[in-house]
């Protein structure tokens, strides 16, 4: 499984950013998607995660209200569309496929439970 990352770019605060990940190559279903990021000396860390029809999601409480996964799996392709953006959201955004369709929250936050990453694209929000 492939996955390719676009969508980043430098946006000024309060500007809006959409973030796509294409999945290819031996996907299965019932798999969750997620995206990550990881700023400059921290630690890689959830953003959000979608359930395979999409009927459920997580959301870091820092994103909450702002930021909206989706995908559509025709497409094979996720969405992050990421709204009010903050200084603090600067980082490198990665894409991740985890191949179980667990939701359980414990879980969704650790990124050894993911299977399969994209490159990362960034993205720089300026004050």
């Known amino acids: 499984v492939q996955l390719q990352a676009s969508g980043g770019g430098l946006v000024r605060a309060g500007g809006s950013l959409r973030l796509s990940c294409a999945a290819s190559?031996?996907?299965?279903?019932?798999?969750?998607m997620g995206w990550f990021r990881q700023a400059p000396g921290k630690e890689r860390e959830l953003v959000a995660s979608?359930?395979?029809?999409?009927?459920?999601?997580f959301y870091a409480d820092s994103v909450k209200g702002r930021f909206t996964i989706s995908r559509d799996n025709a497409k094979n392709t996720v969405y992050l569309q990421m709204n009010s953006l903050k200084p603090e959201d600067t980082a490198v955004y990665y894409c991740?496929?985890?191949?179980?369709?667990?939701?359980?929250?414990?879980?969704?936050?650790?990124?050894?439970?993911?299977?399969?990453w994209g490159q990362g694209t960034l993205v720089t929000v300026s004050s």
């Open positions: 991740a496929l985890r191949s179980s369709h667990s939701f359980a929250k414990s879980s969704l936050q650790v990124p050894d439970e993911y299977d399969y």
């Open positions: 979608i359930s395979w029809r999409g009927g459920a999601t």
């Open positions: 190559g031996g996907i299965y279903s019932n798999n969750v």
